[in-house]
């Protein structure tokens, strides 16, 4: 609370008294780079273009344009709230996935590039499928709904469902698949992993399950970047004492689910893949996994299929 309150005053004694795009910059910046934030300038002109409705590249065309005093205000407390580390994503309500825009606030998970590597690893498995057969996904842990909504654009013949136990989490998965035009491919489900398909009569006809489940233990959360540890949803993040009670949860009843050669697809931590892969070949039904790095070098993606 003093960290907030000593923003606070740093903002009220330095806020200039004419509202300039280049004043308020200058004046955001100094505010960011004191409460250490990495970015400084960048983070302060992504949040006056976004609130400004304009390209990052206008503030340096206009750079003595005059704003509102209701403009300034507005800017004002969005750098009070990053300076207090809400993430930026949250203040812009906006993070790109897969070159497309998706809604986030604090109700979800902010989309990782790493998981870009796992909806892509997705459809390089469906290259071969008949484009007359449809195919059945299964997102467990939609969160912002970006794994589900870019598969439902990528994929023509596709029919997605996507669960997730947080009923404001699929409120955002519906902002965004009403903006991508998805809404007629995705069913959106309450519920917890395979619970909520149950009466469709699914059993054994699943093409693929998918999931970017939590998987931080709990012993490692008080690590986790600031932004993250204080305003990510924790339930998102943090899957028991090892980090794989989502997993082995998952997997349990996975093979029941698909069909014979459908396969199941998952997002991990760092230094899980090869735990994961081993919880998956102890099911005995499933194939010797699949690793794939990520742009780090690291394990990030495990995917195997039903025998």
């Known amino acids: 609370m003093s960290q907030n309150r000593n923003v606070s005053e740093r903002l009220e004694n330095a806020f200039p008294n004419i509202y300039t795009i280049s004043n308020l910059i ?9 409460s250490n934030i990495d970015s400084p300038r960048l983070d302060a002109e992504i949040i006056l273009s ?24 507005t800017y004002k407390n969005a750098i009070q709230k990053r300076a207090w580390r809400v993430p930026l994503q949250y203040i812009t ?3 790109e996935f897969m070159s497309m825009d ?10 990782r590039q790493e998981t870009e590597l796992l909806v892509e690893a997705v459809i390089k498995k469906l290259q071969s499928t008949p484009r007359n057969h449809e195919i059945i996904i299964v997102d467990i842990g939609v969160g912002s709904g970006n794994i589900a909504i870019t598969l439902a654009k990528k994929i023509e013949n596709a029919r997605i469902f996507a669960i997730d136990i947080s009923p404001d989490a699929l409120e955002v998965a519906n902002i965004n698949a009403r903006r991508h035009q998805v809404l007629d491919k995705i069913i959106f489900l309450c519920g917890d992993i395979y619970k909520p398909l149950e009466g469709y009569k699914l059993e054994s006809k699943v093409d693929v399950i998918v999931s970017n489940p939590p998987y931080i233990a709990t012993d490692e959360f008080h690590i986790l970047q600031e ?5 990510e949803p924790y339930n998102a993040l943090v899957s028991g004492r090892n980090g794989l009670q989502m997993f082995c949860r998952i997997l349990k009843d996975a093979h029941a689910w698909l069909k014979p050669g459908g396969f199941i697809a998952m997002e991990v931590g760092e230094k899980q893949a090869q735990k994961v892969a081993q919880l998956i070949e102890d099911r005995g039904c499933f194939q010797k996994p699949e690793l794939i790095k990520d742009y780090q ?6 995917i195997s299929k039903r025998l």
């Open 102 to 111: 998706f809604y986030v606030d604090e109700r979800v998970l902010i989309p």
């Open 297 to 302: 070098h690291i394990y990030r993606i495990v």
């Open 26 to 34: 200058f004046w955001a910046k100094s505010i960011l780079q004191k």
């Open 93 to 95: 309500n906006h993070e």
């Open 227 to 231: 932004e993250v540890r204080r305003f």
């Open 50 to 73: 976004h609130i400004l409705h304009c390209k990052r590249i206008d503030l340096y065309v206009h750079p003595d344009r005059v704003v509102e005093d209701t403009v300034a205000l």
